[in-house]
């Protein structure tokens, strides 16, 4: 195709962000739930809401609140029908949150033929074909009684949270291929599906529809469906990204190669390059010098569809952190003659743009330049991405380097009272002062033992201790295997002058001093805060599907003529928004876990100064100064 001229290209750089803190991603399409439009017609089952309840003990009709945002299945016995979108999908990225009531079952089907298994399957120790991010089985209806199913896959861990709370799945599924005469070339699959964060599933691939599909033919494209079998459910924030089949790609290319010390563009070209050839992926090579080199790399840039696009250029030998006055190399990236990504080397190694592009042919052109190598940035790779209109986000020509194999180093915690100490992140920080617990109902929890503060819990598998353990230890951290929740982070007891006074960032009168292990196994943590001891346990109840977070406290005694010790008080709970149940349970953050208080306990639910909540429990001595609570998820 012949190429346009650069005007046509780029009707908008005005519009083009070419900031550090620029998302790397184009954003997601989404279905409205504010009306049924994005769906087509249905069964009186499906309804909007704008809020549901489900109860986490027993199944039951859910209590819908008034408004729009869910959409939730109500199934009666005249009434069960499936919804499919308006949307015909082939590859598609999908996000959806879904909720489940107790014993619920249903259906998502992709294409309305490849389902993914939505199931309450809280709890289950080993998961199967059945159970909640399963991949259903396809279905030979002459086969032997109880063999009929075949090509089924189980979830790689359960990380299925409670009946009642919301559930995040992030689908990647590639529709199955035909040539031009209708004939299939290529099986459908899933290429990754994500559940609460965890990886449950990778390149699965899908000889024809499962058995619960709504047809059994196979297309290009098709709506996706909702399909109950059992029991309600809800669905909300649907969005996604549809693809076609026609790439971005990059082809004659020619590199030339130069050496010398560069500390511009213009010194880059006074030269004569010292070699030129044709390469075929984004390298640069030629060159005798690893630490000063440059080079322009020249070919033509396919562009299927016209739209927005994301452009990704990185340098690796110029790290993110570096000084300003002295960087380590640039870059550049200009489409049909027009600059569109600048790397200067005093703010990284990486550029990102948005902007507008017309499909099309164009000449490209990358010059770049090394000028010393640093010890922590030894790599000279060279990467653009790219995504766009019905374009996933792909790394152009790259190098498929061979690591040194590495087995995974993970702990577990099937049958006894697991405990690790070191490094964790939490929110984007590295806490150095950790320790991660991992039950046997498959319950964990991390805490800073420095600061008194309850990090994280999840649910699944317990550690991978490879960054800690392989080599050096490069970032020398434990990583949760399972589905993390994120607590908020601050101390979990403090000093109050008063129920309304603000909930400190830290505790300077706080002192770890270590812990015991009690008769199960378990650790009990020893502090001091102030002139208070306190003996502080979590233990897992109903197999796993509880922790129980339990604080004794031993008051100090008040010096001689000072005042009376302010009230000690703990910190259940923090998040957007904390509700309580008609079951008695609290919902936490827009229904992300549920907290239940021992012995019907009264709270303060109060407003911070960021409109955020809080749920507080005094430490009373009419309860004998303990505090008993549990995380439900």
């Keep these: 195709m012949q190429h346009k001229p650069w005007y046509c290209l780029l009707f908008l750089l005005a519009c083009a962000f070419r900031t550090a803190a620029q998302t790397d991603e184009l954003p997601y399409s989404t279905i409205p739930l504010q009306t049924m439009q994005g769906f087509l017609a249905t069964g009186s089952n499906w309804q909007l809401a704008g809020d549901v309840y489900y109860d986490v003990n027993k199944a039951g009709k859910p209590s819908l609140g008034k408004g729009t945002g869910i959409l939730v299945n109500l199934p009666t016995a005249k009434a069960n029908d499936p919804i499919s979108t308006s949307l015909q999908h082939g590859d598609l990225a999908l996000e959806i949150d879904v909720m489940l009531e107790k014993d619920a079952k249903a259906l998502l089907l992709l294409q309305g033929r490849y389902g993914l298994q939505l199931v309450d399957s809280w709890g289950t120790k080993t998961p199967t074909v059945s159970d909640g991010g399963a991949i259903e089985e396809r279905w030979n209806e002459q086969g032997t009684a109880g063999q009929q199913g075949y090509e089924g896959h189980a979830p790689a861990q359960n990380v299925n949270r409670a009946p009642g709370l919301w559930q995040h799945y992030s689908i990647v599924f590639r529709a199955p291929r035909f040539d031009a005469q209708g004939r299939k070339t290529a099986n459908a ?26 047809a059994q033919d196979e297309k290009a494209t098709a709506p996706l469906v909702i399909k109950g079998q059992q029991g309600s459910l809800a669905v909300r924030d649907i ?38 050839m044709v390469i075929d992926l984004l390298a640069h090579r030629g060159t005798g010098s690893l630490d000063k080199f440059g080079g322009k790399i020249t070919g ?49 190694g990486t550029a990102v743009l948005t902007t507008q592009l017309q499909a099309g042919d164009y000449p490209v052109e990358l010059t770049y ?76 929890y991390s805490l800073d033992l ?84 306190v003996r502080e346990s979590i233990t897992t109840a109903d197999e796993g599907r509880k922790l129980t977070h339990t604080f004794t406290v031993t008051p100090g005694v008040a010096t001689p003529g000072t005042d009376s010790p302010n009230e000690i008080w703990c910190r259940v709970a923090a998040g957007n928004d904390i509700t309580q149940l008609p079951n008695g349970l609290y919902a936490v953050n827009g229904k992300q876990y549920f907290v239940e208080l021992a012995d019907k306990e009264k709270p303060v639910i109060r407003t911070t100064a960021t409109n955020t909540k809080e749920l507080l429990l005094p430490v009373s001595a009419k309860k004998g100064n303990v505090v008993s609570y549990s995380f439900i998820w």
């Design 369 to 444: 330049y090394k000028t010393y190598k640093l010890w922590y940035a030894k790599g000279d790779d060279i990467s653009l991405s790219v995504e766009g209109p019905g374009v996933q986000y792909t790394t152009l020509n790259e190098v498929i380097r061979a690591e040194e194999p590495v087995g995974q180093i993970r702990l577990r915690a099937d049958n006894e009272t697991t405990m690790q100490r070191g490094f964790m992140n939490h929110n984007g920080k590295k806490h150095t002062h950790t320790i991660a617990v991992g039950e046997p109902g498959r319950a964990s």
């Design 300 to 348: 033509t840039i396919h562009l299927p569809t016209s739209g927005t696009y994301l452009l990704k250029l990185n340098l690796s030998w110029i790290p993110a952190e570096t000084n300003p006055e002295r960087p380590n190399g640039a870059g550049m990236l200009t489409i049909d003659g027009k600059k569109l990504l600048d790397i200067t080397g005093k703010n990284g």
């Design 450 to 533: 420095q600061k008194g503060e309850l990090l994280a819990i999840w649910r699944g598998d317990f550690l991978e201790t490879t960054p800690m353990w392989h080599g050096r230890g490069e970032t020398q951290l434990a990583v949760p295997r399972g589905s993390v929740i994120e607590l908020p982070g601050k101390p979990s007891l403090a000093v109050l002058a008063n129920e309304q006074a603000a909930w400190p960032d830290s505790n300077a009168t706080y002192n770890n001093m270590g812990y015991d292990i009690d008769k199960a196994g378990r650790p009990v943590f020893k502090s001091m805060l102030g002139t208070a001891s």
């Design 239 to 276: 969005r996604y990204k549809a693809y076609g089949t026609e790439p971005v790609t990059l082809s004659n290319l020619k590199l030339q190669t130069y050496e010398g010390n560069f500390r511009s563009f213009a010194d880059l070209n006074a030269q004569t390059p010292r070699r030129e």
């Design 189 to 214: 699959r899933f290429v990754s599906v994500k559940l609460n964060g965890v990886t449950i599933h990778e390149n699965i691939e899908l000889t024809g529809p499962t058995h619960s599909a709504v």
